[in-house]
């Protein structure tokens, strides 16, 4: 508490309320809805707004439909819920895997389906402050992990000035079904794919994603497709559960007799920003799923990938993830 | 630097923005209204200010489960859970899962007959998410009251005993009453 910086707070009960408050907090005023990466971010202060808008009294900021063609989740689900969604686990399983996997039930029933969007990343040097430097977290000042400990950080999608990789596993998930966000701002509503949605970190490491800071994401969508029922979420921890993923694969596949008519790969724990693999995709168009199709997809997936001084294993290990998630993926299009 | 003007009547749910917060909850049963600062967290309300000791402060960061309490029902890690955020609700400790008698829950009596516990610095935070895994019917299963209780770490291992109390508990739900 003492760490945390002082803040005013509101909670208002609409969307337009909370669209109108965002830019009368003062200096980086932001949105809060669980609080689970931006409250623990405060106290080690990392994270200073002047205010903050809590979204977690919006009822129309929670509202799940998904017996659609399309599926619609309010930003405000709590990830346990939509982890339990019958449409979801039916329809979707890598969707509910990629929810029920992360973190544990505790945090889950706190934190919401947008937040998660928009968690930061788990890299120590960048949570645990000065003395040590970080692009992300101070611009311009270094980057302690690459001469550091980067066992976990990402070998895709790096730069010379931040490796920190994307820690969640629902927009990883998402990218694999080319979800759609609709935010809104002051200026009105707008709809973009969450494969828009995160940035590579580049020269600005500390500018994440596309959103303007007065942008709120209402609701993610999520278009019919075919790949969804013979889906997986695979995640590789260092312990069996509530762990971070060193590396993921989200695959959902659409297999006609015995070949691959469309196959859709996304990353996860192994980039800096939810990776999508289109090349390892297009590897398996009109093959059949067998091991050595699935390994050589896994190793397309990491053909660029940039490893620094101690995570060079997540290249292996990324491969045989993506191969072992097409593998399962291919059994439950037997069904 | 208040654009709004301040919330004179206290309210934590009025739109616009406040330094000071006026809370109202129930805790454990009993009404609770409190003035406090938007940085504090349900956890530190618990134990410094309503003198709630047995709720946990491990980590303060969301990591071992130490601090795990129920809003309205459902488990929240207390030390991530802006006070705020419980204004107008109900929030159960482990003070008030015992009957009204003070003889202990089954799901307590149960980490004694079971040895799931060592320290017990942990214990508070297991059993009220021994309680929810219960409630939500996550405990079906041994693989399954694992995974539902992986958010609570016990750095004395007495990982078997939890897993065999909560389990003997839920059966004895299922079957019982
Ligand atoms: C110990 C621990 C383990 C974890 N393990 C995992 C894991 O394995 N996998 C995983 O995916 N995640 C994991 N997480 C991260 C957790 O899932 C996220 O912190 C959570 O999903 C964020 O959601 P929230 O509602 O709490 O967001 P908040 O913390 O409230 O917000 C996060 C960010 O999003 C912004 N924001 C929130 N809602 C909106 C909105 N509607 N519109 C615009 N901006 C918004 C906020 O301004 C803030 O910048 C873990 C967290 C902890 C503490
Ligand atoms: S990897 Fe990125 S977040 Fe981590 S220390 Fe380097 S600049 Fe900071
Ligand atoms: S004290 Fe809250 S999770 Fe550790
Ligand atoms: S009994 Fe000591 S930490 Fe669990």
């Known amino acids: 508490m003492l760490t945390t910086r002082p803040f005013t707070y509101a909670a208002p009960t609409t969307i337009a309320d909370a669209v109108a408050l965002i830019d009368t907090g003062g200096p980086g005023t932001k949105f809060l809805a669980g609080g ?40 405000g689900a709590r990830m346990c819920d939509v982890a339990e969604d019958p449409v979801l686990l039916h329809d979707y399983p890598a969707l509910a895997e990629s929810l029920s996997l992360a973190a544990s039930q ?59 990789t994307y820690a969640g596993d629902w927009a990883v998930a998402l990218l694999a079904f080319d979800a759609l966000v609709d935010v809104v701002g002051p200026g009105g509503e707008r709809t973009l794919p969450v494969a828009d949605l995160h940035r590579e970190p580049g020269d600005t490491p500390q500018i994440e994603h596309t959103l303007a800071p ?83 997809a896994g190793r397309i997936a990491f053909a660029d990938a940039r490893p620094g001084r101690h995570n060079g294993y997540k290249i292996e290990l990324g491969a045989r993830t993506v191969a072992n998630a097409l593998l399962i993926a291919a059994q439950r299009s037997v069904r | 630097m208040d654009r709004f003007p301040r919330d004179t009547t206290g309210s934590a749910s009025r739109s616009g923005f406040s330094g000071r917060l006026h809370v109202q909850m129930v805790v454990n049963g009993r009404d609770v209204e409190r003035d406090l600062d938007p940085r504090e967290s349900l956890l530190d309300l618990l134990r410094e200010r309503l003198a709630l000791t047995g709720t946990k402060k491990g980590c303060d960061h969301g990591q071992c489960g130490a601090c795990t309490v129920h809003i309205d029902g459902r488990r929240v890690l207390s030390c991530l859970t802006l006070a705020a955020k419980a204004n107008g609700a109900h929030v159960t400790t482990i003070e008030g899962v015992a009957a009204a008698d003070g003889s202990p829950h089954p799901l307590q009596q149960a980490f004694v007959d079971y040895d799931a516990l060592q320290c017990g610095y942990c214990t508070p935070g297991q059993i009220m998410a021994g309680l929810a895994c219960i409630a939500e019917g996550h405990a079906t299963d041994e693989a399954q009251i694992r995974e539902y209780l992986s958010g609570n770490l016990c750095r004395c291992g007495a990982y078997a005993g939890i897993v065999a109390a909560v389990r003997a508990t839920a059966a004895a739900q299922e079957g019982g009453c």
């Open chain 1, 36 to 75: 689970t990466t931006l409250y623990d971010l405060m106290k080690l202060g990392v994270e200073t707004p002047a205010a903050v808008v809590d979204l977690g009294r919006i009822p129309e900021l929670a509202i799940v439909d998904t017996t659609g063609d399309q599926l619609v989740i309010g930003a």
């Open chain 1, 214 to 296: 007065n942008e709120l994401i209402v609701r993610i969508r999520v278009p019919p497709t075919d790949t969804g029922r013979a889906s997986t979420y695979l995640k590789i921890r260092d312990r069996e559960s509530y762990a971070f993923a060193l590396a993921s694969a989200a695959v959902g596949l659409a297999v006609d007799g015995d070949v691959v008519r469309n196959a859709r790969i996304a990353l996860g724990g192994v980039a800096t920003r939810p990776w999508r693999a289109r090349a390892a995709e297009e590897s398996l168009i009109d093959a059949p799923v067998t091991a050595d199709t699935a390994r050589r």
């Open chain 1, 106 to 164: 505790q945090l889950r029933t706190m934190a919401t389906v947008g937040g998660n969007l928009l968690q930061r990343t788990r890299c120590a040097y960048f949570r645990a402050g000065a003395p040590f430097a970080c692009n992300k977290r101070d611009p311009g000042s270094g980057c302690a992990a690459r001469e550091g400990i980067d066992r976990v950080h990402a070998v895709l999608g790096v730069s010379d000035s931040c490796i920190a």
